[in-house]
């Protein structure tokens, strides 16, 4: 079983929907969290942190709960820009603090 | 700002062949990381560095070798590549030391083996 499970869509949405995304890890001694963007063709780039009381940037929203061991990624009136993979991201100290990342979840943004 | 710089971009290379993959980083990070791409796989850890003079293996290192030259760099081997090795290639780095930090990337090399 792979330690970051997400859902891996596609999901399709008109401009300006809600959408949200979902992912489970497997590791209870994860410390740290983070959302990832991924670009068609390029190299993956930090999206944003998610702490523990939830945090929210502009339109993005994400939350952890560590019970259920779970992370959330909330995107609030879609652009066309948010076209993109969401890579939902997990470490640990285990492996140096490596970033083990989910699979994806790509999101396709239409007019 | 470089950030991480990855060489080559592209490579082809036939079975059988060696190459090495070269990676540098200009932002004084500790830790640097080389991963692996393919598609519906996701990203895969190769192999880890979590300091100057420190290598460890990831997920999927057999295949593989890596030197941490200095602080700034760390370098992937294919000694004889193969078929399965074909995929898209980023080194990372980030600094702090309870990884709570942002990792970069580097841009990726894209190998083909045939």
């Known amino acids: 079983r792979k330690e970051v499970e997400q859902d891996p869509g596609p999901f399709n949405v008109p401009e300006g929907a809600t959408v949200a995304f979902n992912c489970t890890y497997s590791n209870s001694a994860s410390q740290s969290f983070f959302w990832y963007r991924q670009d068609c063709r390029k190299e993956p780039k930090l999206l944003m942190s998610v702490y523990s009381s939830g945090n929210e940037d502009g339109r993005f929203t994400a939350q952890l709960n560590r019970a259920s061991q779970y992370i959330s990624l909330l995107i609030r009136d879609s652009k066309l820009s948010d076209s993109a993979t969401y890579l939902c991201v997990v470490n640990s100290a285990n492996s140096g603090y490596a970033l083990n990342f989910g699979k994806g979840t790509s999101l396709l943004v239409t007019p | 700002n470089a950030g991480v710089t990855q060489t080559p971009k592209f490579q082809v290379l036939k079975t059988g062949q060696s190459m090495t993959l070269q990676c540098a980083q200009d932002m004084n990070h500790n830790s640097m990381y080389w991963y692996r791409q393919d598609p519906g796989m996701g990203l895969r850890l190769i192999y880890y560095s979590a300091s100057e003079g420190t290598t460890d293996k990831g997920e999927v290192p057999n295949g593989y070798n890596v030197s941490r030259l200095n602080k700034r760099e760390f370098s992937l081997r294919l000694e004889s590549a193969a078929p399965s090795q074909t995929s898209v290639y980023f080194c990372?780095?980030?600094?702090?030391?309870?990884?709570?930090?942002?990792?970069?990337f580097g841009q990726g090399t894209r190998l083909t083996v045939v």
């Open positions: 990372a780095s980030r600094g702090g030391q309870d990884g709570g930090t942002e990792a970069f």
